[in-house]
T-cell receptor
Framework: SQTIHQWPATLVQPVGSPLSLECTVE??????LYWYRQAAGRGLQLLFY??????ISSEVPQNLSASRPQDRQFILSSKKLLLSDSGFYLC????????????FGPGTRLTVT | QKEVEQDPGPLSVPEGAIVSLNCTYS??????FMWYRQYSRKGPELLMY????GNKEDGRFTAQVDKSSKYISLFIRDSQPSDSATYLC???????????FGTGTQLKVEL
């Protein structure tokens, strides 16, 4: 069966510090991968998605970037965090053999102070 | 107008009640919808997905799409305290790679 991991689970970072969040998927090959952010009182917002290694599509221009160095690894980064980057970051995957359903990881709660 | 709108609640019902959760959408392209359940501080869990109009049933859950009114619903029968969570509806857009979510409805099932 497929499993999706995210780490760290929680993170407190000062303004201006760098960020690296990691997501890995097990039990599937060549998945589509997604980064979402969920801010308090708001729905999930798609940040980036990737259909393959090195292929990144950005949905919302902002202080973040994404990379996919391996087939089942997706990384979310920032060079300098802003207060507005605080939120719950969720990684999701979609298998090529399935329809369009996306499956989410446990999330990383980021607080920028 | 938001692409997907959802009443945030909170909605409080007694155990055993039938729960109706609803969303409206504004764009008619690509009629693929999903319902997720999210417990506090956890990632969303896919409950059901449905394409086009009609009903889809899975155990105590029924998803319904009404294209004419641009309305999607999730019904929960025999609700349990363990159903207490936030329910998110989502519509697939962007050629199959973008899920647009409602803000979620918080449900509490009381003993």
């Amino acid at each position: 069966s497929q499993t999706i991991h995210q780490w760290p689970a929680t993170l407190v970072q000062p303004v201006g510090s760098p960020l690296s969040l990691e997501c890995t998927v097990e039990g599937t090959s060549n998945p589509n991968l997604y980064w979402y952010r969920q801010a308090a009182g708001r729905g999930l917002q798609l940040l980036f998605y990737s259909v393959g290694i090195g292929q990144i599509s950005s949905e919302v221009p902002q202080n973040l970037s994404a990379s996919r160095p391996q087939d089942r690894q997706f990384i979310l980064s920032s060079k300098k965090l802003l207060l507005s980057d605080s939120g719950f970051y969720l990684c999701a995957w979609r298998g090529r053999e399935r329809s369009y359903e996306q499956y989410f990881g446990p999330g990383t709660r980021l607080t920028v102070t | 107008q938001k692409e997907v709108e959802q009443d945030p609640g909170p909605l409080s019902v007694p155990e055993g009640a039938i729960v109706s959760l609803n969303c409206t959408y504004s764009n008619s392209a690509f009629q693929y919808f999903m319902w997720y359940r999210q417990y506090s501080r956890k990632g969303p869990e896919l409950l059901m997905y449905t394409y086009s109009s009609g009903n889809k049933e899975d155990g105590r859950f029924t998803a319904q799409v009404d294209k004419s009114s641009k309305y999607i619903s999730l019904f929960i029968r025999d609700s349990q305290p363990s159903d207490s969570a936030t329910y998110l509806c989502a519509r697939l857009t962007g050629g199959g790679n973008k899920l647009t979510f409602g803000t979620g409805t918080q449900l509490k099932v009381e003993l």
